[in-house]
Every structure is written in C-alpha cells, then in structure tokens.
C-alpha cells in the first residue's frame, strides 16, 4: 500500500493495535503483505516456512540473534538450491539444456532465493538507528545509501548487511593499478571489481591527436579517470543516475582530475562531438531485477544499440569509438556476434581493431557455476570503432 506522496508502507498488528511504517527496499520488492512479529523465541524452521510462504517476519529481539537466524535460512535455501541442482544434473543427463535454458533457471533461482531471504525486516528510528539490542550504529552507512529520513521505517536485514557492505567499500576503496590509486564506489553503483576492462582503456593506444573525450555512462568515474591520466585534457563523463554523478565526482576530486574531468547528467552523449567516445554498456541483455543490476542487463540491448547508433554523429574526423564488452551474452545464447557485428555496420561504423582480454574474477575458473561452461570461454574486448 502506498500513502498519497507515493512512499510505499507496510503494516502489521501488535499489542492488539493496527501499526504500519514506512517500507524501504532499493531492490524494487513490494512491501510485503504478510506480516508478523518475530523475536528471539523464534526458531528456524518456523521462520522458514514463514519466508516460503512469503509472509515477512518483522524482528522485536536481539539484533545478533536475527543475523543468525539469517544465517540459517541462508543455509536452508542454498540446500535446497543444492538438492535442485543435483536434481537438475539428473535430468540434464538425459536431455542437456541449452545455455540459454540454464541461464534463465539460474536468474531465477537467484531471484527466488532473494526474495526469500528478504523476508526478514528490521526497524529503523527516523535517524536511521535501529531500535534493537545489541544493534549496530549504521546511521552513517544508511544516509550514504538512502539519504535523510524524516519518519521511522522498516527495511530488510539482508538489504541492511548489504548497505553495510558498500559503506566499508565506499571507505576502504577498490584499488586500481592503472591509477595507482584507489576508486570509492557507492551504495547503487557498480564497483570496478572486474579490472580486466579498466586495462583495456589503460592500454589500447589512442587516436592519432586524440584530445577530447566522452565516457558514456562513467558510474563510479573510473574510465573518465583513466583517459585523464593518459593526457586527455577535456574528458566529459555522462550518466543519468544522480548517485553515479556524485560518486564520480568525488571521485574525480579525489584523485585531482576536477580540472580534466567535466560531469554532465544526459542519456548516453552530450550534444558535442569528441576525438574518442567509449562506452561500458551493461553486458547481458535482460530486465534488471534490482537498481543495482542496470549495471549488468541493458533491456533489449538498448543502451548498446543506443550508443552504436548515435556513435557516428558524436565523432571528430579520425575519431574512434571504443566500445568494452564481454562476449558472455554469445555463449550464453542471448545475442550473436552476427548480431552485435550487424548492427555496427547499420551505425555506419567499422571495426578499425580488438584488443581483447580474458577475465581473472573468481567465477571464471569456478567449476561449480551454474554458468561455468560459459564463463571458461568468456573474453572482454575493447572494440575500436570508426566512422564509415
């Protein structure tokens, strides 16, 4: 249910009085409309048929004892994620599924697993503290993520341990040796962790008198950085999302770069041209799920086919576009090389070379993927793109 400036509210009984709250979720979930109360007397298995059932557990006890209780319905669900995979690696025996097949099960397992754990709600005081025992100060953690409050509200723990999270990311930083120096990522905004792509901007050489350039959706501002440090002196960065902005700029100010960097808020290009445009599309074609995941599904490729069409029209003579994405989506079966190929040539564009690079996180060599057939031959290439 939703109040008449838009916020969502979720509601419950206690006491014997009609109560509700403010609901909070950066992932998008409804407020849930199952609610009851539940407290340190609260077992497990209780409070996972409860989750199953999708009725949210609204937490009256020990701050520490809910993390634990998290803890085991994480056990609880990845076991039964286990018992479907083996269940799945049975039946796959006797009919393969595609890659395709796969990586849709696999999202929706993800998004069923996260929909249940999200059933477990803490309170919040207007101030972003928590009113429970043993709860930790996460007033500073909470306005980096959702800003000022003005009114108590109710939020999941397992969105709260991950605001926790980006708030020592956004201190501690992401080294980058390209810079030699460290990024700050916000809550909400994609973390430079995958650093084969920053390298492939740091090394790819750039065009002949090259001194102005774009980077189309900047998020945390690392590539606008990097461009800077390579000499370019007029870097304009882009992006619609106003955290990404403020992140980049910090950023930026950061590392000294205020003077080489400009931060503008567009869809996709400025109306000026450049001498290199690059671009760091989301890699897979698909609906995000949460606000976080823009940074990885781009609907219907539109922020790629987006960039490819108006490429052209943004470029200085003798300028180049680079466009770093990962061929996963091919092996995945969600686009083809045909595909990315045709619609460059429908941009006007050509295919001047390809640096490309293959990825070291983790996943890459991690046999028990759900994907791992296709994240073993995935590779990152950075596309240098001219004008016809």
Known sequence: MTTSDGAARIHWTENGEERSAR?????????????????????????????????????????????????????????????????????????????????????????????????????????HGIPLRRAP???????????????????SLRELLGVIGAHEWRRKGVFI??????????????????GEYVELVA???????????????????????????????????????ERALGCARANIERLGLAGQVELV??????????????????????????????????????????FLAGLKDHLLDGGEGWLIVSDLAEHLGLRSREQLLGWISDAGLVVAGRHDIRPTHPKASDADDPLAQARMREVTSLWRLRAQ
């Open 177 to 194: 040796p390209a810079l030699d120096e460290r990024i700050h990522p916000w809550y909400g905004v994609f973390s430079p962790v995958r």
């Open 23 to 127: 609901w909070r979720s950066e992932s998008g979930w409804p407020a849930p409309k199952k609610v009851v109360l539940a407290d340190d007397t609260m077992n497990a298995d209780t409070a996972w048929r409860f989750a199953l059932d999708g009725t949210a557990l609204l937490w009256r006890g020990d701050f520490q004892n809910a993390r634990q209780l998290l803890q085991a319905l994480v056990r609880r669900v990845d076991g039964k994620s286990e018992r479907n995979k083996r269940a799945a690696k049975a039946k796959a025996a006797k009919s393969a599924p595609t890659p395709t097949e796969l990586f849709h099960r696999h999202r929706l397992a993800q998004l069923q697993r996260a929909r249940t754990l999200a059933m477990l709600l803490i309170p919040f005081d207007a101030d």
């Open 265 to 306: 808020k567009t869809d996709l290009f400025p109306p000026r041209r450049a001498s290199l445009v690059v671009c760091n599309p989301p890699w897979l074609p698909g609906k995000p799920s949460s606000a976080i995941e823009y940074a990885v599904y781009d609907p219907d490729s539109r922020m790629l086919k987006g």
């Open 203 to 241: 090394q790819a050489p750039l065009p002949p008198g090259a001194t102005t350039a774009f980077d189309i959706g900047t998020g945390t501002g690392v590539l606008a950085a990097v461009l800077a440090r390579r000499g370019l002196q007029g870097v304009l960065a882009t992006d619609m999302d």
């Open 137 to 155: 100060d996460v007033r500073e953690a909470c306005l980096e993520a959702y800003g000022p409050a003005d009114e108590p509200y109710v939020a």
